[in-house]
């Protein structure tokens, strides 16, 4: 996707603080962190939202939660916790038509998620 923030960090045309990196999946920090761990997990397929997801994305998307899981002990988050969310369209506040999945961490997170 020519246009696409995420698709652009990818291919290392805009710079990111990459924290995991493999042939599918990329994970970087958040450049405006909402909490002392703020990571981004995305697939490098440009995938807009979980709306698009087609049958083909199943693996790939365990395979992000298995990413999450390690990434959150890596960071030293596992053991108190954290919150994985991935905003959808518009009224989800999605900003960026690129799936992605963020990992909040590093402090207690209020109960609502809305
Ligand atoms: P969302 O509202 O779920 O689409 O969130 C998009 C997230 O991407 C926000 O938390 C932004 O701070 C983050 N973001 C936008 N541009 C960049 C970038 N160049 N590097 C890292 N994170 C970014
Ligand atoms: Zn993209």
Redo the contacts with the bound molecule.
Sequence with gaps: MKDC??CK?VKGE?P?KKVYEDEEILA???????TPV?I?VIPKKHICSINELEAEDERIIGKIFSVIKNIAKEQGISEDGYRV???CGEN??????HL?F?ILGGKKLGTKVA
């Design positions: 923030i995420f960090i805009i990111s970087f920090e958040d450049i405006n962190p909402v703020h981004l969310v991935s905003n989800g506040g999605q900003e960026v038509k992605h963020h």
